[in-house]
């Protein structure tokens, strides 16, 4: 055809995908882009987990348009049949005729749904059936795909699975991709095509009739009832075919539910699926220790400076090909758990522990694309633990929470969240009464929890719940009632952290218990910064001097007057106005110049400040279920002040200049505005000993920077426009022992 896939890169989301796009001249010419425009159209209407998705489409100057789509690296249905077909041992092994007629009702699922949608594929066929490495099945190239919209017909598709309808020219229907199943079907029954793929007569084409499936492969099984299944859905007429795919994949699950030898299949169906369980087990541990693994690879990455030679690296490589090889084995092995209970099923249709086997297996990838919050996994998965569990549907939509609290007797409002305008929102408030408190039958995902008691600041904690679960959560509320003004307190307790792709530094989303804290509201403010500056300018100026916010080149931002601060040439690039000035976050400032901060407020207060963990800024921005941003998965320039934030030059400022960038707790301006030093925490991976890390987007930074799970690593003396600051103040003792 016209058009070429090619595997590439998403450097936004760290993930590889197809990009199907125009060869050659095509790419010119205007009949072929808009009908690649139209096929990316089509696609993007069908949202099903059997359909492969379309993550974005667009056009290139230089070849025109495309539409990028998931990457999927297993072989299409056509072949692993010619596969078979040459007697490949392996892939006979693995794809069973049962398990190609569960391939082959996902596929008549898929189709029915597009019929649904009013969509006719027309041109469906083995080569357009991808098949991938968890069992996935996709329908692609819907290309030749008709819709309710178009009125017209036209000789299209591959002409061994075309009905006689469409050598006539006449508009496709639903029994048109019928006919084109029953071809697939006839050759998954021979591992022969039913007709040949090359022109007829047209005689020949309207009255084809194919060679009985035993005539044309008589080594094959071919039970009664799929040889009729097939033939009817190869019938010229198509009056007499299937009505529907629908009703053509139930006949298919019929015969695959009522056609068994129970008593003798039994003994080895029950075999398969203790191996299964042994290989279920050894999944799950290799995925328990994969973190503990990641994170050693993590500091030992860290411990290596990128710019040391390639045989002080060699320690650094070995370990990154281990870590490969046992990902490549966990991959296997989940496979291979997944074979032995779907050969047990081969044996035993619905045979209990097989299912069972796939259920916990299916469930435990639909808590961790939950986890992830990766939408597509978790339709996907949802879908196959359906097959496998169909009284699943209670467990997979409901929950139980049991929260404590310390102390106890705090009054609960449980926070219904939602998506509402692309941020997480609490749409509906649920009173549980004093705790200890229960809720049961509560839908999976995320909460906010708004916990109150006399002489206490209200407090607000986020929990996730997960599919199935039955969570119980103690929040620790001491320290709740030492709220300073300016502060957020954190409630200690468990949240999941990480997650940064874009960073090989980063870790993985994982669960960190994180104790209590109070954290400051907005970033350090020059206004504030400048009061701790005063201070050590009406002692000894000189050494005060060191402490001045300035660029990396030494040029100060503001200068000292002897009676306060004025404004540079340099900062009054962005603004003139003294007062709004004041106002930004603190910038142009070093670690050390932070820290030093930190003790001054600490001995003028009489308090404990410090900067945040890594750990403590993560769970103040993000709370406890894993969001990507502070206020919820989606981003959206116009929620924090990042560079595309406004359509001028981008500038600093004043903080609290963007009101939906806020976290769950109410920290603000947490994904931009300005980045803030932290200091690392044991569940992050160290930087080099000169170097520590930075959290959260700055005004001049991109999307990429402005994710939670994202970090950067600074010199501790460096400076920049982009890096300020923000203080946490510790639970006092005598207050956490109340």
Sequence with gaps: GMGEVHECADVVLGRRVAVKRLRGEAATDHLAVAMLEREARVIGSLEHPNIIPVYDAGYLDDTGPFYAMRMMERPSLEAALRKMREGDAPTLAEYTQNKLL??????????????????????????????????????????????????????????GYMAPEQFEGKAPDARTDVFALGAILYEILTLRPAFPDRPEGLQQMLQRRPVPPRDRAPERPMP??????????????????????????TAIETFLEGT??????????????????????????????????????????????????ADQK???????DRQAVLDALSIRTFQSSVAAYEQALDEVPSFAPANRGLARLYRAELRRAHERRDDFDRVYFEGLLRQVDPDSSGSLSSTSLRLLTNPDLVDVTLGHVQDVGRRLAVVREEPLGRSPVQADNLPTGSYILKLERPGF???????????????????????????????VFIAGGPALLGGDETNLRGRELHPVDVPSFHIATFPVSFQEYFEFLASLFQGDPAAA??????????????????AGFEPTARLLRWGSDREQLLSLPAFGLSLP????????????????????????????????????YPWGDRFDAAFCKMRESRPDLP????????????????????????????????????????????????????????????????????????????????????????
């Excluded at 469906?124 to 919209?149: C, R, Y």
């Excluded at 040029?555 to 007057?561: A, C």
């Design 545 to 562: 001097a060191p402490f001045l916010p300035m660029n990396t080149d030494g040029t100060g931002y503001w200068t000292w007057n002897g």
């Design 102 to 159: 569960r391939v082959f009702i996902q596929v008549c699922g898929a189709v029915d749904y597009a019929h649904s949608r009013g969509v006719i594929h027309c041109d469906l066929k083995p080569a357009n059936i991808l098949l991938g490495s968890f069992g996935e099945v996709l329908v692609v190239d819907w290309g030749m795909a008709h819709t309710a919209q178009e009125i017209s017909a036209f000789q299209g598709g591959t002409p």
């Design 314 to 320: 060699q320690p650094l490589w070995d370990a990154e």
């Design 224 to 249: 009664d009832d799929l040889v009729e299944a097939c033939l009817r859905a190869l019938e010229s007429d198509a009056a007499a075919r299937f009505p529907s795919a629908s009703a053509f994949g």
């Design 260 to 309: 068994r030898e129970r008593e003798r299949r039994e003994r080895r169906a029950a075999e398969l699926a203790e191996q299964g369980d042994l290989l279920a087990d050894s999944y799950e541990d290799m995925l328990e220790s994969r973190p503990e693994r990641v994170a050693e690879m993590s500091e030992l990455l860290a411990s290596v400076p990128p710019w040391e030679a």
């Design 457 to 487: 600041f209200e407090v607000l904690a986020p929990v996730l719940l997960r599919p199935g679960q039955m969570l119980e959560q103690m929040i620790d509320l001491r320290g709740a009632n030492d709220l300073k003004p300016g502060e």
């Design 651 to 738: 500038v600093p400022e004043p903080s609290g200049s963007f009101a939906h960038d806020v976290s769950p707790y109410g920290v603000r301006d947490m994904a931009g505005g300005i980045a803030e030093w932290v200091t690392p925490s044991a569940s992050h991976p160290g930087a080099p000993s000169a170097q520590t890390a930075t959290r959260g987007g700055a005004w001049c930074d991109w999307r990429v920077d402005c994710a939670v799970g994202a970090r950067r690593s600074y010199f501790l003396e460096e400076r920049s426009a982009r890096i300020g600051f923000r203080l946490v103040r510790e639970v006092r003792a005598a207050v956490a022992d109340e």
């Design 593 to 628: 110049c932070a820290e030093a901060y930190a003790r001054w407020k600490s001995e003028s207060t009489g308090r404990h400040y410090r900067l945040p963990t890594e750990d403590e800024w993560e769970k103040a921005a993000r709370g406890t279920d894993g969001r990507r």
